[in-house]
Every structure is written in C-alpha cells, then in structure tokens.
Nanobody
Framework: VHLQASGGGLVQAGGSLRLSCTASGRTFSSYRMGWFRQAPGKERVFVAAIRWPSGSSYYADSVRGRFTISGDSAKDTVYLQMNSLKPEDTAVYYC?????????????WGQGTQVTVSS
C-alpha cells in the first residue's frame, strides 16, 4: 500500500488547513485510515482515524472539536480538516493505514506533510 499525503503549509493561529491522503494498492476491506503528527523533538502521536466500512471516527483529546476526519472509501482517500489551529499543532503530519478495523497497529505510512502554525 502506498500513501500520498498533501495539503500542509504555513497558516496563522486561528486559521484552517485541509490535509488529504490517498492510498493505492489496498486489498483488505475492513481497515482504518488515520493521521498522526510529530512535532520537533517529540514522539509521533495519534491525531484522528476513521474506520471502514463503518465510517466511524475518533480523535485525540487535543484536537477533538477542532479537527474533522472524513473520507471516501471508494477513492481510498481520507481528509483532515483542521480549524482553529494553534501553534502547538505545528508538526509533520503523517497518514497511515491499518489492515484491520480494530486495534492499535498501523501497517503502512505516508511520507508526511509539514504543518506550521504561526502565532
């Protein structure tokens, strides 16, 4: 599975960005697509994910209410709408795919896209 993420950039605090990630080569039918982020000097952490085929989503506490994950399973594409951005949201954002709808392991990772929020 190959993942291609896009949509990062520089934005002022309070602004919005939309990230996109498209997967190719998927052969499993029950799976998760998620977003993670890694700030400078910190570990990579979970941001949000969506399960297919149910379409249910879940979020880290730090972004709930500001970020929205959505997607199109037929197109193998997931989006992360990020609103009310804060400087602490600055990080490299990675999309990932897990082969199973339930669990904590992600099996495939994209290359990352930089999000920088200025104060």
């Amino acid at each position: 599975v190959h993942l291609q993420a896009s949509g990062g950039g520089l934005v002022q605090a309070g602004g919005s960005l939309r990230l996109s990630c498209t997967a190719s080569g998927r052969t499993f039918s029950s799976y998760r697509m998620g977003w993670f982020r890694q700030a400078p000097g910190k570990e990579r952490v979970f941001v949000a994910a969506i399960r297919w085929p149910s379409g249910s989503s879940y979020y880290a506490d730090s972004v709930r209410g500001r970020f929205t994950i959505s997607g199109d399973s037929a197109k193998d594409t997931v989006y992360l709408q990020m609103n009310s951005l804060k400087p602490e949201d600055t990080a490299v954002y990675y999309c990932a795919v897990a082969k199973y709808a339930v669990g904590s392991t992600y099996d495939y990772w994209g290359q990352g896209t930089q999000v920088t929020v200025s104060s």
